[in-house]
């Protein structure tokens, strides 16, 4: 009997209409568009606005927009995992909101938080429930709205992020394409260089809090940074090298959009030149969960059955991992 993988067989992705230009970014603090590009490479990014929408409201226009692309009916859906950090409520799961959106009465659902690596652990995950033999058609969400928790008077991090997500459908493979291996690390002492301080259980919303406006995202970006450019890099070529690949086996580097400079430092470690690189960080800036699906969504029609993908993220917490996968079907 053939071993199963978990291959993808769809992608789809969603941002919302109106954008934020670094133009725009200007008049709000003190900054240019010359400053933003030279250290970000962000040029704009699309922020979800209307009464009520959240993090549900990005999963559920991908979805429905997956299950169109892959003529799947929503009650065939088994499994519905969101990586999300900024859900809509604490409870209940934004996984479980999108599900009764779309019409995925058979599906259970649950959130997967791990900040900006997140979608790669659920890809992982729902992976596993894959290759178990348990389950046929599993759906991985990777949204945010990242401008819920970002302070547009603090330049350091209001530049950086925007809003937006995708969604992959997962199903069973015997001619071993899908993923193939994965590393993934987490390291809490690297919790004090990025995190949100307020609104958890350990200091629960209170007027102080959101007087001291605690409940941003706080980033200490120089040593964000050093750790990111060493644990991206570092395990993508890890992944590599224990599955006995070398650039040329590469046909795609699908790295994490948070930051230009980190994205070609990852690329030059792995000696994958420029154009075998998924780049949009300068139309989306980083939106968090969303970066990966939102690469493949806007590549789908460039990649090809057989190809071998490096999937590539770091986030705060810290979070790092690398995926090794190859793609399953060829462009429609």
Partial sequence: MSKVTAAITGVSGYVPDYILTNKELETMVDTNDEWIMSRTGIKERHILKGEGLGTSYIGVKAVN?????????????????????????????????ITAEVGAVNAFGYDLQAACSGFMYALATGAKFIESGRYKKVVVVGADKM???????????????????????????????GLQDE?????????????????GSRKPASIETVQAKEHFVYQEGQAVFKFAVKGMADVAAEVMERNNLTSDDIAWLVPHQANKRIIE???NRCGVSSDKVMLNIHKYGNTTNGTIPLCLW???????????????????????????????????
Wanted: glycine share 10%; aromatic share 10%; net charge negative.
């Fill in 65 to 97: 927009e997956l299950l169109r692309k892959t003529n799947t009916k929503p009650e065939e859906i088994e499994l519905l995992i969101c990586a999300t950090t900024t859900p809509d409520m604490q409870f209940p799961a934004t996984a479980n909101l």
């Fill in 147 to 177: 401008s819920s928790i970002i302070n547009y008077e603090d330049r350091a991090t209001c530049i950086i992020f925007g809003d937006g997500g995708g969604a992959v459908l997962l199903e069973p493979n015997t001619e071993g394409l």
């Fill in 183 to 199: 590393i993934l690390k987490s390291d809490g002492t690297g919790a004090q260089f990025l995190h949100q301080k307020a609104g």
């Fill in 265 to 267: 430092a990852t690329a």
């Fill in 298 to 332: 806007e590549y789908e029609n460039q990649l090809k059955k057989g190809d071998n993908l490096i999937i590539a993220a770091f986030g705060g917490g810290f979070t790092w991992g690398a995926i090794y996968l190859k793609w399953a079907y060829d462009p429609k």
